[in-house]
């Protein structure tokens, strides 16, 4: 079973024992997870909490394509939550259905000055305000944390993220750096027995993405010795925020990224030469899979 989750201040403490540091995402990086916990898990329960039945055609495309590929994949549930309503109310179909698309205000409010955006700072939200736009935002990220438990229960790394792990371990310190619920990421890298690769798993309740590395990583290593890996623009942002360097997993091409990690970018990486050119360019090819605009405003 896993063990207890780790905190900020065990992020903090953390010690190099290399001179370099690796920060790995997780869902639809390690595991080949996102499309089977998007659409499975989270996009019906958006109907069913927000009683959108009638349009989940078109909640379903509107989530697939901010969650799965779109430049907002592999955010936090609850900003990509309110970016895929947003897309939804300029839809014609949408419009002529006449069913009312919840504004999320005081979400809205929540995401804008919380840093922390997990269940237990919304659960404490909802405590102190009983506010009932919060309380269904609370019902529906819960009911999904359960879905994905009985339905998600068990994914296997991408066969060449498993070889980069060990990789990894031999020469760098590394965490998971995701925004999936701990308590999801603990038990998924403890079922695979991967945990034995990474000094620390940080999940949402954390903090952002760079709210991790700058914790692990700031002021212990060179920016030029830190190295982010993730298959979402916020992974790339997160690795701006701190100035160190980025590997992009491209999206439906996952295990041909880490075998390239795997047989020449790592040992760039190592030798001092990722930067500049050969970054640019890895980068290019990866933000080009990932658009803002809708295929059906295209």
Not at 53 to 76: D, T
Not at 208 to 216: G, I, Y
Not at 221 to 235: F, N, Q, S, T, V
Request: with cysteine; glycine share 6%; hydrophobic share 40%.
């Amino acid at each position: 079973m896993p063990g207890k989750p780790f905190t900020q201040d065990d992020l903090l403490r953390l010690k190099p024992r290399h001179d370099s540091f690796v920060g790995i995402d997780s869902d639809g990086c390690v595991f080949d997870s996102m499309e089977a916990k998007q659409k499975l898990c989270f996009h019906g329960l958006i109907c069913e909490v927000w009683d959108l039945q009638k349009i989940e055609k078109y909640v379903r495309e509107s989530a697939e394509f901010v969650n799965l590929y779109s430049k907002w994949r592999g955010q936090n549930r609850f900003p990509d939550l309110v970016i895929a309503m947003d897309l939804l109310r300029d839809r014609p179909e949408v419009q002529a259905s006449g069913v009312t698309l919840p504004d999320f205000t005081q979400t809205r409010k929540w995401i804008e000055t919380c840093r922390e955006l997990g269940n237990p700072a919304l659960e404490k939200l909802v405590a102190e305000t009983k506010d009932p736009e919060l309380a269904s935002l609370l019902r529906w990220s819960k009911a999904v944390n359960a879905a994905v438990a009985e339905k998600c229960s068990r994914f296997d790394p991408f066969p060449f993220a498993l070889e980069g792990l060990r990789k990894i371990a031999r020469h760098s310190d590394a965490i998971c750096v995701s925004q999936t619920p701990t308590e999801a990421l603990m038990r998924e890298w403890t079922e695979s027995k991967l945990l034995p690769y990474v000094e620390l798993i940080a999940g949402q309740e954390l903090g952002t993405k760079t709210d991790h590395l700058r914790m692990a990583a700031g002021g212990k290593y060179d920016p030029a010795r830190i190295l982010m890996i993730g298959d979402a623009p916020g992974d790339l942002k997160a690795a701006r925020d701190i100035h160190c360097l980025f590997f992009p997993i491209n999206p439906g091409k996952e295990n041909a990224s880490w075998q390239r990690f795997c047989q020449e970018a790592y040992d760039t990486f190592l030798e001092g030469r990722y930067a500049g050119a050969y970054e640019a360019e890895l980068i290019k090819e990866f933000e080009a899979l990932l658009p803002d605009t809708p295929p059906w405003k295209r």
